[in-house]
């Protein structure tokens, strides 16, 4: 059984260490915390694992085999260096790192050290995204023609990044699931409206060349929504994350242009407005999914669905982003 630490207690930190517990195949030994408050109150609820406020303790645990980070991003890179350099391997939250430099050396240590570097890109592991993204492997609804995504709702407002660095990565790391690239440019606007200038609302376009993706994310919606919509040259796929019970529809709808009148003083198009239908979901959550592939990683060197290749290309694109919301909305090449 892989023994595992969880760094970090606060929001998302207490969902790692219950799925790693109750994981078969990992064992929850440290729980680390710089706040004796939340240590003690996570800690009450695993009475086998090991309390510390001193992460370099947790680090000399010589059977210790994964660390879980998840505390603000501007500590990820440091925190998953010592855990490599410790011979650990590591799962850190999204995203990997503050910028691409970083995420590119915590790529190469992991590698020249043979370690397992996986983000939690957890959407990636829910049955309603693994089966939108076989939907589309089979063909069904042919090539991608576009990509629209909205991920708003009434907070919560962080103080460390902008709200496209706290929400966009979940719907990145679905187009990069899916185009498995990435896009040429960005184009990114938005306002603060709240507090210190930080970025609360905003809107990114990605352009990938033959399809073009929009990401909406909001933190002062007073309404929570949830759509990707998944738009195909034969069908459709609206993932819909708040319904439980039909979160994936098939639209067999379309437009087509008959070739004999494609240009457009005889454009004649017709419309295809087919069945809706929802198919069959496994059920399973993420967190519980990516910890066993996590173990599958690092027993049988599984390839990582979410590794730190993934990551450094959805911090590519949230650095660019930056750029063009800096520059009041221009185009800016991703990675330059």
Not at 248 to 255: E, P
Request: proline share 4%.
């Amino acid at each position: 059984m892989l023994t595992a630490a969880v760094i970090g207690l606060g929001y998302w930190g207490p969902n790692l260490a219950r799925n790693l517990a109750t994981s078969p195949r990992t064992e929850l030994r440290w729980l680390c915390d710089l706040d004796d408050g939340r240590l003690n109150g996570v800690g009450s609820r695993y009475p086998s694992s090991s309390l510390s406020t001193d992460y370099d303790e947790v680090l000399g645990d010589l059977d210790l085999d994964i660390v879980a980070i998840a505390t603000p991003v501007s500590t990820h890179y440091e925190l998953a260096r010592r855990a490599l350099l410790a011979n650990k391997n590591v799962l850190v939250e999204k995203p990997l790192t503050a910028g691409s430099e970083q995420a590119e050396a915590l790529i190469d240590l992991a590698r020249e050290r043979g370690l397992v570097l996986l983000v939690d890109h957890v959407f990636l592991y829910s049955p309603s995204v693994q089966k939108m993204g076989g939907i589309y492997r089979s063909g069904e609804i042919g090539e991608i023609r576009f990509i629209d995504s909205v991920r708003i709702n009434l907070g919560l407002l962080q103080n460390d990044v902008n709200v496209l660095w706290d929400l966009a990565p979940h719907d990145l790391s679905i187009i990069d699931s899916l185009l498995a690239r990435e896009p040429e440019s960005v184009v990114a606007v938005g306002g603060s409206h709240v507090a210190n200038g930080t970025v609360d609302v905003s809107y990114l376009h990605l352009d990938y060349g033959n399809v073009k993706a929009a990401v909406h994310v909001n933190w002062l919606s007073p309404v929570k929504i949830r759509h990707f919509m998944v738009g195909g040259s034969k069908k459709s796929i609206l993932y819909n994350d708040l319904d439980r019970s039909e979160s994936i529809k098939v639209y067999d709808s379309g437009v087509s242009v008959d070739p004999k009148h494609a240009d457009r003083r005889g454009l004649l198009v017709s419309y295809r407005s087919g069945d809706v239908l929802s198919p069959r979901l496994e059920s399973f959550e993420p967190l519980s999914q990516m910890v066993s592939h996590l173990a599958d990683c690092i027993e049988n060197g599984a390839s990582p669905i979410s590794g730190g290749e993934q990551g450094l290309r959805v911090v590519r694109i949230l650095e660019a982003a930056d750029r063009s919301l800096e520059k009041d909305g221009a185009r800016i090449s991703v990675g330059q």
